[in-house]
């Protein structure tokens, strides 16, 4: 059970100084993650958006990378640390970018995820999202289908 009255961190714009922190998470996380300097063109990039939560100490404990094009939203990555899940993290992350959509006139948003993550599955599901289709084969170590899940604003 999620406890959305736990503090979760202060929210806020990735800077250059964040890459070698996220990219440090996507390690513990992903099984292909991204380098720093993937990071690093994404928080440089014109298009991407990468939020972070950090503790007071500057620890971050979560953050979402997206990108926008047009009308159009792609949810790219995000990550929760372990000590940190199911505290709304996640939930934040995610409300943040589709408050900045929103803003932003976006009318789609579109994700992929694994089809073995119940948890995420229920969490975007919770947020409106809907699966549209499935990608055979998308995922590696292991192999595993990806769902692709839309939100419309």
């Not at 094009?69 to 409300?95: F, I, N, Q, Y």
């Not at 992929?112 to 499935?134: D, H, P």
Request: net charge negative; aromatic share 8%.
């Amino acid at each position: 059970m999620v406890d959305m009255n736990r503090p979760v961190g202060n929210m806020r714009t990735a800077e250059l100084k964040d890459s070698a922190g996220i990219a440090a998470l996507e390690a513990e996380v992903f099984s292909h993650p991204w380098n720093e300097e993937m990071v690093s063109s994404s928080i440089q990039g014109i298009y991407d958006h990468v939020k972070i939560l950090e503790t007071v100490e500057g620890k971050i404990t979560g953050y979402i990378i997206y990108s926008v094009v047009c009308d159009s939203a792609d949810l790219l990555r995000v990550a929760v640390d372990a000590g940190t899940r199911h505290c709304g993290v996640g939930w934040k992350l995610m409300e943040a970018m589709i408050d900045d959509c929103v803003t932003g006139d976006v009318q789609n948003i579109f994700l992929e995820v694994r089809e073995s993550n119940a948890a995420a599955i229920a969490m975007y599901e919770k947020m409106g999202f809907l699966k549209i289709s499935t990608r055979k084969k998308y995922y590696d170590l292991p192999v595993e289908d990806g769902l692709v899940m839309q939100k419309q604003l």
